[in-house]
């Protein structure tokens, strides 16, 4: 195979280019008949998989609607369909599609399971590779010269594996970060911005397990480099960068005077970069990403959720004229938004990509919940996300809530606030999304700043639930602002939810507690996790955090003085 057919030749970036390009057109064209895409969407993943054995249990062949559908495939979850899915992942052919997995994608990991997500030839070509061009058309239009080097892009999220783990059946079990597309699917142009940089592939022998070692030798070939834009997709990831800058600054800059990584002898000695970056920590006490990357442009990640209160923030770390463009909302399983321009945080509906349904996000999902289909979407609502696709997944509640931002060229934009999962100690389920808000409503009312937050049930005088919230200030506050924003946070919490509403009202839930942590509470304890050998792109911001020994690491108590 030549260079031009692995992608890596003389004209690659033009390809490239057009190819994003090319993608987002298409997908901008499809706005115009939106339901005929998802009638064709339904028809193609029917025809492809009836023969499978799901596909003959749930009589595929005599569906000719989405009515039809919906009452022959009930809205389910990962545990139902486990089964199928682990007999596919042992070898059996098909029981869930026709063209047999490639692979098993894992979950991102927020609840801790590893699942076996089914990856097919077929649906990465129909569904999945046009969107995923697509999503990186803001950055490559605006900010071209991201693509001019290797070296320009910071891709945090990258850590291909010489040796992946397998499914029974020899089948590789990795995260999509995980994944050369261009040798497992034919598709050489798919490899992400920043992927062939130089700390790609790390130039020294270091355990696969070994996450953080991996994090500080790429961060310590990148500080050499002009970085021009730095990819997270999980927003803790950059947030954890300025940290991590600061934490390992001393080792980088002797690895660089010294001209080694990992202690191993690699390049020449830079004497000269060494004593420009050790001037900036003499000069200012601390060492910002804007002193060592003064060209970074843009940032590339989720910018909702916890994200979207300390995200502004953190942008200034990297520069005052960066740019926060927003991640595609999508999950291991299937891609549902994607931002087609540089709007702040949401994402046009990918209608050709999965047969999507919808469900308040305030009832719970069950296999004959009634669903919406695009066009029955309220702005300003949230929403289950329940999709089907030609990859084997039918009527699957993603676990994922977004939000209806507007609607744009026909189709809405939505944007992710949280998983589907409820805190509901006293009847009052709440979910992501009611906390954010109610933090925003309550900062914004004080003009006060968060890094981070968090929140747990605990118990007072040993009888009562009550939440604790911690939260990491951005500047100190006094003991009557961590009051005041207390109480504005339990009024919010009880505009959000009706249910926290009713439990504060009726005595089955007390008044909240705050307490505030150091500014480095979260990310220190982010670092704590990929230490325990957790990958990176896992470790992601947690609303609700009731395991006690968890909380006892972030806060710094001990449980048996809990309030």
């Known amino acids: 195979m030549n260079s031009a057919d692995r992608g890596t030749g003389?004209?690659?970036?033009?390809?490239?280019?057009?190819?994003?390009?090319?993608?987002?057109?298409?997908?901008?064209?499809?706005?115009?008949?939106?339901?005929?895409?998802?009638?064709?969407?339904?028809?193609?993943?029917?025809?492809?998989?009836?023969?499978?054995?799901?596909?003959r249990a749930h009589g595929f062949g005599r569906i000719r609607t989405v009515d039809d559908f919906r009452r022959a495939v009930p809205v389910q979850g990962y545990a139902d369909l486990e089964p199928w899915i682990e007999r596919a992942a042992a070898g059996a052919d098909g029981v869930l599609t026709a063209d047999p997995p490639a692979l098993f994608f894992t979950s991102s990991g927020?609840?801790?399971?590893?699942?076996k997500i089914p990856v097919t030839p077929r649906f990465m070509r129909t569904s999945f590779f046009p969107f995923y061009y697509a999503a990186w058309a803001p950055l490559i239009e605006h900010f071209p010269e991201v693509l001019d080097h290797p070296d320009a892009v910071l891709n945090l999220k990258q850590d291909p594996l010489s040796a992946p783990p397998t499914t029974a059946s020899g089948r590789p079990h990795v995260g999509a970060s995980q994944v050369d597309f261009g040798a497992a699917f034919g598709e050489p142009l798919a490899a992400e911005p920043g992927t062939g940089a130089r700390w790609a592939a790390l130039p020294v022998p270091v355990d696969p397990d070994a996450h953080l070692e991996k994090t500080y030798l790429r961060l310590r070939l990148a500080v050499e480099s002009d970085i021009r834009c730095v990819?997270?997709?999980?927003?803790?990831m950059v947030a954890a960068v300025p940290h991590q800058l600061?934490?390992?600054?001393?080792?980088?800059?002797?690895?660089?005077?010294?001209?080694?990584?990992?202690?191993?002898?690699?390049?020449?000695?830079?004497?000269?970069?060494?004593?420009?970056?050790?001037?900036?920590?003499?000069r200012h006490g601390t060492v910002r990403p804007a002193q060592v990357w003064p060209r970074v442009r843009a940032l590339f990640c989720w910018t909702t959720g916890l994200a979207s209160l300390y995200l502004p923030r953190l942008r200034e770390e990297f520069g005052p004229g960066v740019t926060l463009l927003p991640a595609p909302?999508?999950?291991?399983?299937?891609?549902?938004?994607?931002?087609?321009?540089?709007?702040?945080?949401?994402?046009?509906?990918?209608?050709?990509?999965?047969?999507?349904?919808?469900?308040?996000?305030?009832?719970?999902?069950?296999?004959?919940?009634?669903?919406?289909?695009?066009?029955?979407?309220?702005p300003g609502r949230d929403y289950h996300v329940i999709f089907s696709h030609v990859g084997g997944l039918y009527r699957y509640a993603v676990g994922d809530v977004v939000r209806v931002v507007d609607r744009a060229d026909g189709v809405p934009r939505l944007e992710y606030t949280g998983r589907a999962t409820r805190s509901d100690h006293a009847g009052e389920r709440l979910r992501d999304g009611h906390v954010v808000r109610a933090l925003r409503a309550a900062l914004d009312a004080t003009g006060l700043e968060v890094l981070n937050a968090a929140c747990r049930v605990g118990r007072r005088d040993g009888t009562l639930a009550a939440y604790d919230f911690a939260v990491a200030p951005r500047l100190p506050w006094s003991e009557d602002e961590t009051h005041r924003v207390g109480v504005l946070l339990d009024a919010a919490l009880g505009r959000e939810s009706a249910g926290y509403r009713a439990a504060r009202d009726q005595g089955r839930l007390g008044a909240l507690s705050l307490r505030t942590l150091s500014r480095d509470a979260f990310v220190t304890d982010w670092q704590r996790s990929v230490a325990d050998g957790v990958r990176p792109t896992q470790v992601k911001d947690r609303i609700f955090r009731q395991d006690p020994a968890q909380w006892a690491r972030l806060t710094g108590t001990d449980e048996e003085t809990r309030p």
Request: net charge negative; glycine share 10%.
């Open 231 to 236: 990819i997270g997709i999980n927003p803790a």
């Open 10 to 55: 003389p004209g690659r970036l033009d390809r490239y280019r057009a190819r994003v390009f090319e993608e987002r057109r298409r997908l901008r064209t499809a706005f115009a008949d939106p339901a005929g895409h998802q009638r064709r969407v339904l028809t193609d993943l029917l025809e492809f998989n009836a023969g499978t054995e799901y596909g």
């Open 329 to 378: 909302v999508a999950a291991s399983e299937g891609p549902v938004g994607v931002a087609l321009d540089r709007h702040a945080s949401a994402g046009s509906l990918v209608v050709t990509a999965s047969l999507y349904e919808f469900a308040d996000a305030d009832e719970d999902l069950g296999p004959d919940t009634p669903t919406l289909l695009p066009h029955e979407l309220e």
């Open 110 to 115: 927020s609840t801790g399971a590893r699942k």
């Open 246 to 282: 600061n934490l390992w600054w001393e080792r980088i800059v002797k690895e660089i005077r010294d001209g080694t990584v990992g202690g191993v002898p690699h390049g020449e000695p830079n004497p000269e970069r060494a004593a420009e970056l050790a001037g900036y920590a003499d």
